[in-house]
């Protein structure tokens, strides 16, 4: 992770934009923010300089150019819409945050906000960022293989995951490649953490929050047997692309519903977990629009086909 991560923040009130500011330049020296009151003065600067900033802190109602329309403009740039936007708005009607839901974004947070809850969720989002910009700087240099026929994957830890994730993505079109390793990067955490180590969202939730989590999945890895692992099966036919992720292990299930976390809701807004999912079904909506996806809670197995 780099010493400091560079944070974009965008709003027409000077207060709200020195309040953010404030609190995120004595956060030790790990963040640095510049302010910009206007859409198209954000757009300018990222289009200066796209690889500088990592999270957008992007208000809803400006003038000019909205947040949304902002949003949508930096989604549809190739260059720029790997960023993390985290949506900040004094509307927090239900359908306002729905609109939010629907148009792909993750993190939200309605002002005025609390202090331990706005430092968390920008922790959370900068987190993950840096695994992202981690696995897509190292695309170049991971091993291909041949992309006829199939291949099995067999994963028993986060390290494991991540080149298994590398692998995968060299599997698919350069073009969607970026993308692509996010979402196998997604998928096969889900499927380590729920379907091998049965944590359940609530106990992830915890365990981030606490600080635990790394130390929990490093616990939970080394108590595996020989014969408990994650699976990916990967093949490809002139037809199409089937992924499926599965796991096997000797823990009893902890109730997990794929189609609940799927899409985003309004009640993870705030959460440091549940967007892993919905950002799998987000990249794949964008790339592939007929994809499908099958979640089987018999053997805890995601089938991805596009």
């Known amino acids: 992770m780099t010493d400091t991560t560079q944070i974009l923040a965008i709003d027409d009130e000077p207060l709200n934009l020195a309040l953010i500011s404030d609190i995120l330049e004595l956060a030790d020296g790990k963040y640095s923010v510049t302010s910009v009151d206007r859409g198209k003065k954000a757009l300018e600067l990222l289009e200066q300089q796209p690889e500088k900033f990592s999270l957008l802190l992007l208000d809803l109602m400006m003038p000019e150019m909205t947040g949304m329309e902002l949003y949508q403009k930096i989604k549809k740039t190739p260059h720029l819409n790997g960023l993390i936007v985290i949506v900040q708005t004094a509307r927090a009607g239900q359908n306002s945050l729905e609109e939010i839901c629907h148009s792909g974004i993750t993190y939200c947070i309605t002002k005025p906000f609390l202090h331990d809850e706005f430092c968390h969720l920008i922790h959370s989002a900068e987190t993950k960022i840096h695994l992202y910009r981690s696995l897509i700087s190292q695309l170049k240099t991971a091993e291909t293989l041949p992309i006829s026929g199939s291949h099995l994957f067999k994963i028993k830890s986060k390290q494991d995951a991540f080149d298994t994730a590398l692998q995968l993505a060299s599997l698919t079109p350069p073009e969607s490649a970026e993308k692509m390793v996010i979402v196998f990067w997604e998928a096969i955490l889900n499927t380590l953490e729920h379907g091998l180590l049965k944590l359940g969202y609530n106990n992830k939730n915890r365990l981030l929050k606490n600080e635990q989590y790394d130390a929990a999945i490093e616990q939970g890895v080394n108590q595996l047997s020989e014969h408990e692992s994650c699976y990916v099966v990967f093949s490809k036919t002139d037809n199409e692309t089937r992924i499926v992720f599965t796991s096997q292990s000797s823990t009893p299930d902890v109730p997990f519903d794929y189609y609940e976390y799927k ?44």
């Open 263 to 306: 899409s985003m809701k309004i009640k993870r807004f705030l959460e440091p977990n549940g967007r892993g999912l919905a950002t799998i079904n987000q990249i794949l909506t964008d790339l592939f629009p007929q994809h499908h996806c099958h979640y089987s809670k018999e053997n805890n197995s995601l089938t991805i086909i596009f």
